[in-house]
Every structure is written in C-alpha cells, then in structure tokens.
C-alpha cells in the first residue's frame, strides 16, 4: 500500500471530522468572542467579555470550583476502590476475567435515567434510606440526602467505577507475571514488589481510566441535574441553562471553559503517570 | 560429595500440576562454586525443578535446602537466589542502572556501596556506557547482559538460570556461553542452568542432570554422560549414536566381546557370557576400514558433507550405521561403497537397559 492511496482511503473519514467536528468547534469558538444577541445567535461586534465575566464572577468560580471538587471525589473513589477490584479481576483465569468484566459492563446497560431515578427513589426525604433509617429511630426527621454534591458523587462513581475497574484490569492481565518473580527473586516482599513494579507497570491502566472517569465525569449531565438539583449545579448545568436563556455566546465560552479544563487535566495526567515509558516487552 | 560443600540440596522432591507429575522423586546436590546444568526435552519437568528451587513452587512432597538451610516452606524474596529468566523480565520502566540497583534496595544496602557495586557489575558485563538506558532501547544481547548484572550484583548463594540464552542467535549465543562460564569462574558463583540445547549444557557445565518425564536419567560430569550414558534415551539425546545388540560371547580383562547379526564387536564392559546387551557407540568413534578390515561390514548409503565433519550413513545386517570423519578426503568413500565400520573397546558402553526382543536389532537415533 502507497502513501498515495494510504491518503485516498482517509479522506473520507478525514472530510468528515473536518466537517462535524473542527468546523463546528471553531465556529462556535467565533461565537464565544461576541456579545449576546436578543434576536440573532450573537450580537456584531467582537469582545472578551463572556471570558472576562465568568472568570471575575465568584457564582462562576464557585461552580467551576465545584465541578473540579467533584471530579476529583469521583475520581479518588474510583481509583482507591477500582484497583482492588481490579487485580482481582486480572488475577482470575481468562474465562473467569471475561465473565467478570461482563458482570462488571451489566450496569452500563441500564439507562444513566433510569439510575438518577433510582437513586432518586433511595435518597429522597420519603426515600427508602430515610424512612429505613426513621423505622430504627436511629433519625428524628428525615435527612437532606438529594441534591447534594455527595449524591452527584455517589450516583456518578457507581456509574463511572466500571470504566476504572476494566481499564486496570486489562493492563494488569496483559502484565507479564514474570516481572513480579524477577522483584521476588530479587528480595522484594509481595508489598514492595506491587509498590516497584506491579503498579508503576499498571500507569497505563490507570491513565486511561483516570482520564475517562474525569472526563465522563465533566461532561455527564442527567445525573447531575436529577441528583443535585439546582442547589448543587456543575459546569455542564450552567451550559444548558445559557442555552435556554439564550445566552449562547455565554454558553460557547463555558464550553470551552470546560474543554481547556479537560485538556489541561489530560496533559497532567500524561506527564505525570508517563504511561508511555512501560510500553514495550520483556524481551 | 561432601554435603557440607552443597549450595543447593535437594531431597525427594516431588511436584504434580493437577493429574501430571513434572517432577518425581529428584535428589541432587549442588557443590559450590559448580554450574549444574538440568538438562532434558520441553516438558521433562527442569523448569518445574529450577522453579522449586527458587520457592515459585512449593514441592508436594521432599525438602529444598540452600547453603544447609531448609527453605522448603520459605518464601522465595526471603531465599538466597537470583535468576535470569528466558525472556530477561527486565523492569520496563527502569533504566539498565536502577534494573541493577534494585535486588541491593530490596536488601536495604547501604546507598554509596550500592552504586559501587552497580558500577562494578555493569562493568563485568561490559554494559557502563548503556547505565541510563531503558531496556526497550537495548539490542537482545545487551538486555541478555543487564538480567545477568542484575543477578549477580546481589552475589547470590545460587545463581539459577532459565534458558537465558535461548533468545539470542546462535553466534551470539556461543559467544554468551564462553563469557557466562568465565564470569561464574571468575566470581566463583554456584549455577544452577536450565536448558535443552546439550551443547550448551556440555560447554557450561561442571555436571549434568538430564531429565525425562519428572526423572532425573543420569548426573555425572559432562564427559561422563557423553561417553558413558546409562541409556538410549541419555545417549540419543546427548547428540547421535550408533545402536547394536548382540550376545556377549567373550570376556578378558574388562573388554566384552559381543556378537551381533553383523559380526563380531567389543566393548569396555564385564558382562557374564550369554547376556544380551545393547551398546551404544558415538559416530565419531566409528572408524571405516577398508572391504578386508576388522569389524561390521557395511554398505554406505549416503554421504553429508558438512564442513569440518562428513556424515557418513550406511546400512549394516546389525542395523543402520552413522559415522563422523573429520579426516575424509573428497572420493575417499562414497555411495555404494562396502566398508567395515570398528571402534575401539572404549568407545563403546553398554546400556542399562534390556534390549527388547525385536528382529531387527539396530537403530540410529539423531
């Protein structure tokens, strides 16, 4: 195969990325540098000030504060309760491993509304977990569990822990296990050999599922908005109410506000995990 | 051998992988400072038994002791080994210089003497220039190199190897063999080295176990198994031999005359007259002599030349024959032609076994 028709079968994925993707993004990017507009999309003339204002208004800086607070609850949770979870997995012959990575995928199958509710329904004032905890007389009246950023942190690490668990699963199951004899045969008790080897070898797992726990976590919106009602909003709520104030330049900048906070958490992320530097065999 | 001396024991060791048994009833003593080499076919059980040593297995039954300490229930960080392993399992994310340090770290060395010691090594094995590479960034013969500084920077009690040198290409290896035995010399290491190429085995080895089916067959030094294996299966997997059963019809002076369906032949053994035997003879012990010499008359059936040696196969009423001359001119014998093949009492050994009752009595193994 020829460069030449290397590039003849990519234009067409190549044209279409650049017509539903850069295209839009970089359009939107123009409409996030206007001022809004009562009648029109965005008004004439050309400003900073969608920036400007949600960067000096605390309201705005409370939520993106918020937002990132969350995430890195989530993110915390997923990883101290993911790993274990993961090298179980790993560590189970290959049939086994797949039954338990499909177990582990079941809950992905359930609708994320059908889950908001759900945990609606457990956590409510006349939810299951208050009228429980009133029955043991272990309560008075009954507590504020919904719309709290601990109900957002909950609901959504239940939904994203899977794509934690399988990302370190797989690494781990893929990690050649005569690495671990070779720290053991070098003296290295089972904890210092998991802290030198097994998990600076498991970064890859980890990067990629750090990096899709936090990102999923940013962009999820129906759990968020069924969970922490309109006390506890994050970045993504404040997009949908600009756009149904009609504020979409208001709405272009959060939304890129939002992408610069993705890409700078990815590079981190790249930096310091390295997952790059593991890759390559034993040979 | 005195037990005193012995780096690794081991004593009825045992060990069965659900219904097959890889290693049945092995005792062997390790004298230090010796490379023992477990020599044997993929699936004999030797890697089962290097394994064992380093308490990655635990035996079902028997004990392991290294330098007189019983460490049969002892976890392998806490035993006094290192190991090269076949594919190195050098730590990817370290450089060649922390892959070195790191069996020092896990035994808390003291810091100033662990560079020393890491310097030292990676210059033994001629890899100073390469400390701050990764693995991934060195040639297979390198990594080779750093799996072995790495081992013996920890001066282990015993130094176990498995097939270390089965991933490098044959020059290289070659070269590898030499500097392994001169490097275990040199430190006075104890070895213990798992392979399946008996070359290999008989060039590094002080002794030799070669194993079949969880059995060790026969332990002796290098020379003793090539020249005086116990049975076909020892004798054929040392490299070819020559076959031949027969009657013994005479016995003087430690010499057995056997007759065989193709004449008369000796061999260094003391039978009782009337046994029957089976004896073993290395091609290269084969002599061929003209029509009117001494000893088997043969027809040769094919001629290899392969370069310092000339294969020569031939086909005799005792069996097949092979045999290797360095000295054969070009024309000097070639297809069809009728020979008598001999070899000196000494070149021949009885084996251990009873030879079965067949008609045909010969065979060559290769």
């Known amino acids: 195969m020829t460069a030449k028709y290397g590039w003849f079968l990519l234009a067409p994925p190549l044209a279409t990325v650049c017509v539903l993707f850069v295209v839009p993004v970089v359009y939107l990017f123009w409409v996030s540098l206007h001022a809004p507009s009562t009648s029109e999309l965005y008004a004439a003339s050309l400003t900073l000030h969608n920036y400007v204002d949600l960067l000096r208004d605390s309201f705005y800086l409370t939520i993106i504060g918020r937002t990132l607070g969350v995430a890195a609850v ?37 609708s994320n509304v059908v889950r908001a509710y759900g945990w609606v329904a457990l956590l409510e004032r006349q939810g299951v977990v208050n009228t429980t905890l009133r029955d043991l007389r272990w309560i008075d009246a009954p507590l504020d569990l919904l719309y709290t950023p601990s109900a957002v942190v909950v609901a959504l690490m239940t939904i994203l822990l899977p794509y934690m668990v399988i990302s370190i699963a797989n690494t781990l199951a893929a990690l050649d296990r005569r690495y671990e004899e070779a720290a053991q045969a070098l003296g290295a008790s ?87 530097r593991v890759q390559g065999t034993a040979r | 051998m005195n037990g005193d001396m012995a780096d690794v024991r081991l004593v009825g060791v045992r060990k069965r992988f659900g219904g097959v048994v890889a290693v049945s009833d092995v005792s062997v003593d390790i004298a230090r400072g010796t490379i023992f080499s477990l020599l044997g076919p993929s699936g004999c059980g030797k890697t089962t038994t290097l394994r064992l040593i380093a308490g990655f297995e635990q035996p079902d039954a028997g004990d392991v002791y290294i330098r007189g300490v019983r460490v049969t229930s002892t976890p392998p960080y806490r035993r006094d080994f290192s190991m090269v392993f076949q594919s190195y399992a050098l730590f990817p994310h370290l450089t060649v210089a922390e892959n070195v340090v790191f ?75 030499v500097e392994l035995r001169s490097l275990q010399q040199r430190l006075g290491i104890t070895a213990v080295f798992v392979t399946h190429d008996q070359e290999e085995a008989l060039t590094l080895s002080d002794r030799v176990a070669v194993m079949r089916d969880g059995v060790i067959e026969q332990i002796g030094a290098p020379r003793d198994i090539y020249d005086r294996p116990r049975n076909a299966f020892v004798a054929s997997f040392l490299g070819a031999s020559n076959f031949v059963e027969g009657n013994i019809v005479a016995r003087e002076a430690g010499v057995n005359v056997v007759e065989t369906p193709a004449g008369r032949v000796t061999v260094r053994a003391d039978r009782p007259i009337g046994e029957r035997v089976r004896i073993a003879v290395r091609p290269e012990r084969l002599r061929l002599d003209p029509i009117d010499g001494e000893g088997i008359p043969a027809r040769i059936r094919d001629v290899l030349y392969r370069g310092p040696v000339t294969h020569f196969y031939m086909d005799s009423a005792a069996g097949p ?46």
């Open chain 1, 74 to 110: 989530i993110l915390g949770l997923c990883l101290v309760i993911g790993y274990p979870v993961a090298y179980f997995v790993a560590v189970l012959p290959p049939r086994r491993r797949m039954l338990a990575l499909l177990l582990l995928l079941f809950p992905l199958m359930v």
């Open chain 1, 190 to 276: 089972p904890l210092r050999t998991f802290v030198h080897v097994t998990l600076p070898l498991s970064t890859p797992g980890i990067a990629s599922g750090t990096l899709l726990v936090f990102l999923l976590t940013l962009s999820a919106y129906v759990t968020i908005t069924l969970l922490g009602g309109p006390r506890s909003k994050l970045l993504v709520s404040m997009i949908y109410d600009s756009v149904t104030a009609f504020q979409w330049p208001r709405a272009a900048a959060l939304a890129f506000v939002l992408l610069a906070l993705a890409l700078v958490f990815t590079a981190l992320i790249v930096a310091l995990l390295r997952p790059g």
């Open chain 2, 103 to 177: 069996g020092l770290r896990m035994r808390r060395i003291a810091r100033g003497e662990r560079a020393r010691s890491v310097d030292e090594a990676l210059e033994l094995v001629k890899l100073g220039a390469l400390a701050d590479r990764y693995p991934r960034q060195l040639s297979g013969g390198q990594q080779q190199r750093v799996a072995l500084a790495r081992a013996i920077v920890v001066k282990p009690a015993v130094l176990l190897l498995d097939e270390p040198l089965g991933a490098l290409d044959k020059m290289l290896r070659e070269e590898m063999q």
């Open chain 2, 321 to 366: 024959l092979i045999a290797y001359r360095q000295d054969a001119r070009a024309g000097e014998w070639s297809i069809g032609d009728r020979v008598h093949c001999a070899w000196d009492a000494d070149g021949a050994v009885v084996l251990d076994e009873a030879p079965a009752k067949r008609a045909a009595s010969g065979e060559v193994t290769r």
